[in-house]
Structure formats: structure tokens, C-alpha cells
């Protein structure tokens, strides 16, 4: 067997309710929080009342949208200034990646550009960060257990990455109960980013049996629920099959890595203000139809080449087409 190794978060929580232990979880790592939201604070009040009543101070960071080299910068000097000892990343993708950055970057002296690939330095972490926990409210990009943090840089019209192990959380804490109140457009996006992240892992060369069996029951519970979820956000049990998928996502690409639809993704991301879900599923019926082409070349008795009866005899369009087409109209053609 081919050799490899699996590294994730120290420890994570799955299940309905485990916000409500994130007390006792946080006083472990610090008294002072930093909480890192999305654009709205209000959402973070649970999590703030459950932190007080542990006496944890916090101090706020609001990110709008996907995190810029601008939002790190004023977390950097607000968690020094504030002396945080320990970061809460409370929301979607954005908001633990720049919870991630944040604490990586506040214990390591230089500019943000020192640390990140393509438009900087790319030089290694050479501190501890900060310890961070990540809390997902959304069901998409896994960042929770994930070893990068994803950054825009508007003016070079890019999204870069600031990676090393050392951005794995401490601890991951994935309520389902935080996404019953997501809106249909984007448990679509997040759904479908959360898809994607499911596929490229499972066809990637870095692929092993472990990643091949988290991918596909993984792929398995997006297929059984996310049009459920779209359809009637209060489904407890497709609720947390995306959360569970979604997680699954993010243990697979920190350690097999994505293909070509993110490898598109992230430019065009860059380039227009379009959701990262949405640019996956208009991109993952293309790069399929094209991978199975590739692999039906390369090694046609292949495993991941094997479809079921009804497929055989059908182009590689049609397989990588039917199962997603639905998917990808209806993401896409939904208004976030």
C-alpha cells in the first residue's frame, strides 16, 4: 500500500448543541478571546454569553465578505493591542480563514506579504500562533480543519493563500443547529463548494484509501440532501448531512489536495465579485467530463472509471453531465 499521512484539527466536535460546550473548551486556551465574525456581530451573541459566563473576555473583528490583507492587518494589531491570547473564527470560510490568519500572523513579526504565496514572500511560519477555534456556520468549505487561509488581495486582483500546518484549529466545533438559518442561495453555493471539495479529493493523485472512504460518504450525504436542505432549511437530518459532508470536505482537500476547478475558481474569484460555490458548479460538470476523458486514456480499467449499467455505453459528457446539470442550473441560477 502506498504510503501517506492524515493531519487535521487536535481535536473536533460534531453534533447538535456542542456550541454550548465551547466554554470550558476556550478557558483551556486563554481568558481573552478575539472573535472573528462575518459582517454581522449579532450573530456571535450565544457564543459571547457562553464565554462570559466562563470569564473570557473577547473583543470583536467583523469581516465582511471574503477576508482582504487589510481586514488581517487591523486583526493583527487589535488582537496584540487587546492582548488576545487565544481567536474564535465564528462563521463561514471567510470568517475562520481570517481567524486562522489572524492568529498565525499576530505572533509572527513582518508585513502580511511576507507570508503568502504567489504575490509574496511565501516565507514559513517560524512561531506558534495563537491557539485558534473554529466555529462553521455554514455547511461549504471545511475550513475548519484545514492548513491555509484564503486572502484576497484586490489589488493584484487575486486570492492568495497563507499556508502551513500550523493554521490547523486547535479545535473544531461543527453545530449543525448554527446553518438551519442559512438561506436557500447560499446553502446552494456552500452546498456546491462543499460537493467539489468532496470530487477533486477523490480523483486527486494524492488520493489513499482513507481519503477515498471519507469523499465518498461524503459525496453520498450531498447527493441525499443539499436539494432537501435547499428546499426546507429546518430538515434537522439534511442539515446535518451537509454539515457532516461539508467537514468531510475540508479533511479531504488538507490532505489530498483540489484539481482544476479550484484551480480556476480561485482567479476568477479574484477577477469578479461572484460566489465560490456558485463558480464551482458552473465549473465541475467541465473539469469532469475532462478528467474522465483523461482517465479513461491513461488507465481504462481504473476504478474511478467503473460507472454503473445505466452509464455504460454513454460519452464521457454524458456521465459528467447528468448526475450535476440539475445542480448546477439551479445553484446558479439562484440569487444569493
Not at 149 to 165: F, T
Amino acid at each position: 500500500m502506498t504510503r501517506f499521512e492524515f493531519a487535521t484539527a487536535s481535536r473536533i466536535l460534531f453534533g447538535a448543541g456542542t456550541l454550548r460546550e465551547i466554554g470550558p473548551i476556550a478557558k483551556g486556551f486563554g481568558h481573552r478571546a478575539l472573535i472573528v465574525t462575518g459582517r454581522s456581530l449579532l450573530r456571535s451573541s450565544t457564543l459571547d454569553r457562553l464565554l462570559e459566563a466562563q470569564g473570557i473576555a473577547w473583543s470583536p473583528l467583523a469581516v465582511a465578505g471574503e477576508p482582504k490583507i487589510d481586514d488581517i492587518e487591523r486583526g493583527i494589531q487589535l488582537a496584540r493591542g487587546e492582548g488576545c491570547d487565544l481567536v474564535i473564527g465564528f462563521g463561514g470560510g471567510s470568517a475562520i480563514d481570517a481567524a486562522k490568519a489572524v492568529g498565525a500572523l499576530t505572533t509572527n513579526e513582518g508585513d502580511v506579504l511576507d507570508y503568502l504565496e504567489i504575490i509574496g514572500r511565501a516565507r514559513p511560519l517560524t512561531h506558534a500562533p495563537l491557539p485558534v477555534i473554529a466555529v462553521p456556520t455554514t455547511a461549504g468549505t471545511g475550513a475548519e480543519v484545514t492548513r491555509n487561509a484564503v486572502i484576497a488581495a484586490p489589488a493584484h486582483r487575486v486570492k492568495v493563500s497563507l499556508r502551513s500546518p500550523h493554521l490547523l484549529p486547535k479545535v473544531a466545533v461543527v453545530d449543525p443547529e448554527l446553518t438551519h438559518d442559512l438561506p436557500p442561495g447560499l446553502t446552494a453555493s456552500t452546498g456546491l463548494d462543499t460537493l467539489t471539495q468532496l470530487i477533486e479529493p477523490y480523483v486527486s493523485c494524492k488520493a489513499n484509501p482513507l481519503i477515498d472512504s471519507i469523499c465518498a460518504e461524503g459525496i453520498r450525504r450531498v447527493a441525499r440532501s443539499l436539494r432537501r436542505v435547499f428546499d426546507n432549511g429546518a430538515e434537522k437530518s439534511a442539515r446535518e448531512d451537509m454539515a457532516l459532508a461539508s467537514l468531510f470536505g475540508g479533511l479531504a482537500l488538507a490532505n489530498a489536495g483540489l484539481g482544476a476547478v479550484h484551480g480556476f475558481a480561485s482567479p476568477i474569484g479574484g477577477m469578479f465579485p461572484a460566489p465560490h460555490g456558485a463558480v464551482c458548479a458552473a465549473l465541475l460538470p467541465h473539469v469532469m467530463e475532462t478528467n474522465l476523458i483523461a482517465l479513461r486514456e491513461r488507465a481504462p480499467a481504473a476504478r474511478r472509471c467503473v460507472v454503473s449499467t445505466r452509464w455504460r455505453g454513454c460519452s464521457s459528457a454524458a456521465i459528467a453531465w447528468a448526475p450535476l446539470k440539475e445542480l448546477a442550473g439551479w445553484s446558479t441560477s439562484v440569487r444569493t
